[in-house]
């Protein structure tokens, strides 16, 4: 199974055998394999994306049991429909559709928590819930493994094209598509939920800022666009269009791994 490498390097250091895990912000399943790998005994991925929740739960389906709607929602049972199962990996892995401000866990029921390239699409108004909820379902010891962006350098192409797709998303849904933070602000953050620093590592500097990646973020910024009035959309578009293009791929910026831990 393909995991990147920042994934295999931020869990290296980590218990992750034998643990019962959550990917906050599942994406596409990456850390979620990474868990697994390295022998989770369940893995929690959550995901508020339609879209990344079935392509999580088509990665690692096993073609048995199924997904129950409706006052169900969030539970994989057998076949009968009796009692709870995980799915695929051996019955490890379920994918739960659900708002990481909102989570459907039990309190104190998650060892590991992973947040990979999660929080900068958390904006500030939203920071406290999603920490406080996570911290709600880690039991006492747990690790909490957080790998995101600082802040792309004043000269880097890229922060041009990501300050488009926020100008694009605020017009269209009043909030930033991206907020990059520090570390030091995150860990601040959760050290007022009682969590401790563990533990900090580099993961990629420069950053590879790939042309799919910036496909990806233009195409976001595009769709945001198309939700304007034409006198807005229209040079906002072309504009994108034109940062997407003269950038094709860049390398620059840093990711981090911070890991931190709930005292026992």
Same mark, same amino acid.
């Given at each position: 199974?393909?995991?990147?490498?920042?994934?295999? /390097? &931020?869990? +290296?250091?980590?218990?992750?055998? %034998?643990?019962?895990? =959550? !990917? $906050?912000? @599942?994406?596409?399943?990456?850390?979620?394999?990474?868990?697994?790998?390295?022998?989770?005994?369940?893995?929690?991925?959550?995901?508020?994306?339609?879209?990344?929740?079935?392509?999580?739960?088509?990665?690692?389906?096993?073609?048995?049991?199924?997904?129950?709607?409706?006052?169900?929602?969030?539970?994989?049972?057998?076949?009968?429909?009796?009692?709870?199962?995980?799915?695929?990996?051996?019955?490890?892995?379920?994918?739960?559709?659900?708002?990481?401000?909102?989570?459907?866990?039990?309190?104190?029921?998650?060892?590991?928590? /992973? &947040?990979? +390239?999660?929080?900068?699409?958390? %904006?500030?108004?939203? =920071? !406290? $819930?999603? @920490?406080?909820?996570?911290?709600?379902?880690?039991?006492?010891?747990?690790?909490?493994?957080?790998?995101?962006?600082?802040?792309?350098?004043?000269?880097?192409?890229?922060?041009?094209?990501?300050?488009?797709?926020?100008?694009?998303?605020?017009?269209?849904?009043?909030?930033?598509?991206?907020?990059?933070?520090?570390?030091?602000?995150?860990?601040?953050?959760?050290?007022?939920?009682?969590?401790?620093?563990?533990?900090?590592?580099?993961?990629?500097?420069?950053?590879?800022?790939?042309?799919?990646?910036?496909?990806?973020?233009? /195409? &976001?910024?595009?769709?945001?666009?198309?939700?304007?009035?034409?006198? =807005?959309?229209?040079?906002?578009?072309?504009?994108?269009?034109?940062?997407?293009?003269?950038?094709?791929?860049?390398?620059?910026?840093?990711?981090?791994?911070?890991?931190?831990?709930?005292?026992?």
């Amino acid at each position: 199974m393909d995991i990147p490498r920042t994934v295999r /390097t &931020a869990l +290296a250091d980590r218990p992750v055998s %034998g643990a019962t895990c =959550l !990917e $906050a912000g @599942a994406g596409m399943g990456n850390t979620t394999a990474g868990l697994l790998a390295d022998g989770a005994s369940r893995v929690y991925a959550v995901t508020n994306d339609p879209e990344h929740a079935t392509a999580v739960r088509e990665r690692f389906d096993d073609g048995e049991g199924g997904w129950i709607d409706g006052e169900g929602e969030g539970e994989w049972t057998d076949g009968e429909g009796e009692g709870e199962r995980f799915d695929s990996e051996s019955g490890r892995t379920a994918v739960l559709e659900a708002d990481l401000r909102s989570l459907p866990l039990e309190t104190d029921s998650v060892e590991i928590i /992973t &947040a990979h +390239a999660l929080f900068n699409l958390v %904006g500030p108004p939203s =920071l !406290e $819930a999603v @920490a406080a909820e996570l911290t709600r379902v880690a039991d006492l010891g747990c690790h909490l493994v957080i790998d995101d962006y600082r802040p792309p350098p004043d000269d880097a192409a890229v922060r041009e094209l990501f300050a488009l797709e926020n100008a694009a998303a605020e017009l269209a849904t009043g909030k930033s598509a991206l907020t990059f933070y520090p570390e030091a602000v995150l860990e601040r953050l959760f050290a007022g939920y009682g969590w401790e620093f563990d533990r900090k590592r580099i993961l990629l500097d420069p950053v590879p800022w790939t042309a799919s990646h910036i496909e990806a973020h233009a /195409t &976001a910024a595009l769709s945001m666009c198309s939700r304007l009035r034409p006198e =807005l959309r229209e040079p906002l578009a072309a504009e994108v269009k034109r940062v997407a293009t003269s950038i094709g791929e860049e390398s620059t910026g840093t990711m981090y791994s911070v890991a931190l831990r709930l005292p026992a």
